[in-house]
Nanobody, 116 residues
């Protein structure tokens, strides 16, 4: 069973920054895509940013220019650097892994709250 362990959430003021981390027990060679989603209570999960095994990245329009997704292959970890945070970025952020065998795994989520 693949495990995902997220960290880095918290409370930050508008305009501030946070970096989320997601460490996975999956082999980097088995991963097709890693992504960060966010979910506000009662709403669906929305893709925030993703990175393919090729290294290609993609972002939701609402975070382009503010968030950066990156990957450390040696540590089997994906990061989400979030800058210029806004109150509307408040959500539970969840890490997602899709393997080359079409298996999908989710982390437990980490709360990000942007408030003054």
């Amino acid at each position: 069973q693949v495990q995902l362990v997220e960290s880095g959430g918290g409370l930050v003021q508008p305009g501030g920054s946070l970096r989320l981390s997601c460490a996975t027990s999956a082999s980097i060679f088995d991963i097709a895509h890693m992504g960060w989603y966010r979910q506000v209570l009662g709403n669906q999960r929305d893709l925030v940013a993703g990175i393919h095994s090729s290294g290609a990245t993609h972002y939701a329009d609402s975070v382009k220019g503010r968030f950066t997704i990156s990957r450390d292959n040696a540590e089997n970890t994906v990061y989400l650097q979030m800058n210029s945070l806004k109150p509307e970025d408040t959500a539970v952020y969840l890490c997602n892994v899709i393997t080359k065998f079409a298996q999908t795994y989710w982390g437990q989520g980490t709360q990000v709250t942007v408030s003054s």
